[in-house]
């Protein structure tokens, strides 16, 4: 997860910063460890951590001591989450890269730092009220805003010399890969779907057995 967070960091400083050299250093390393890059590996493992927590109190059922327990890290993490996403931005700025005139610049990442927000209101209210699916959608809602304001800011390019465009695969070989995903939907949902229900069943099972303990 920290890795996921360093490469996108470093292809978004590397498009964006200028090389003064051509050294071992400056080609291969400056690129990955940098502050910038480093923070936004941060936020991604504090993200995703959020998240799972967030899914973690849904799996708890009726032990309400567990649930407390998930609530609160679920609570640590979002304050984390806020403070490390602007530690990214103070990073950037300390990197000399212009990553809040970018957001500034794109309506698009504006727009889902908004939604994202806005979503957190209605996440803590389905986790108070014990709306399961609810607060899953609001949190995965959030990540998706998350992503989405980020690609909108190299869209459309991935790398340097590389777009969305100029990279696709010919046009036979992507006809032939969305059937392949096609059939490889067809067998893997219901598989995913029965050995979902395999251990919801038996983790409910488990819940039930419990001695009374009050």
């Known amino acids: 997860t920290f890795m996921l967070g360093v490469i996108a960091g470093s292809v978004l400083m590397s498009r964006n910063s200028q090389r003064t050299g ?3 250093s400056e080609v291969f390393l400056s690129p990955w460890l940098n502050l910038f890059s480093l923070s936004v ?3 991604t493992c504090v993200l995703f951590s959020f998240l799972a927590a967030v899914y973690l109190v849904g799996e708890c059922g009726a032990q309400e001591d567990l649930k407390k327990i998930f609530l609160k890290r679920t609570l640590t993490f979002n304050v984390f989450s806020v403070i490390s996403g602007v530690l990214v931005f103070l990073a950037a700025w300390v990197d000399h890269l212009k990553l809040s005139n970018m957001f500034i610049d794109s309506t698009l990442s504006m727009g889902c730092m908004v939604f994202a927000t806005l979503l957190l209101i209605s996440l803590w209210i389905g986790l108070y009220k014990d709306l399961v699916f609810m607060s899953r959608v609001c949190v995965a809602g959030v990540l998706t805003c998350v992503l989405g304001g980020w690609f909108s800011l190299q869209y459309p390019t991935i790398v340097e010399g590389l777009t969305f465009h100029n990279s696709a695969a010919p ?11 096609v ?3 067809i067998l893997i949902f219901p598989s995913l779907f029965l050995l979902m229900r395999i251990f919801k069943t038996s983790k409910n099972d488990n819940v039930r057995k419990q001695p ?3």
């Open 212 to 214: 009374d303990r009050s």
């Open 41 to 43: 590996g941060l936020f």
């Open 183 to 185: 059939v490889g939907s």
């Open 22 to 24: 051509e050294s071992f």
């Open 171 to 181: 046009e036979e070989t992507l006809h032939l890969l969305i059937w392949a995903l």
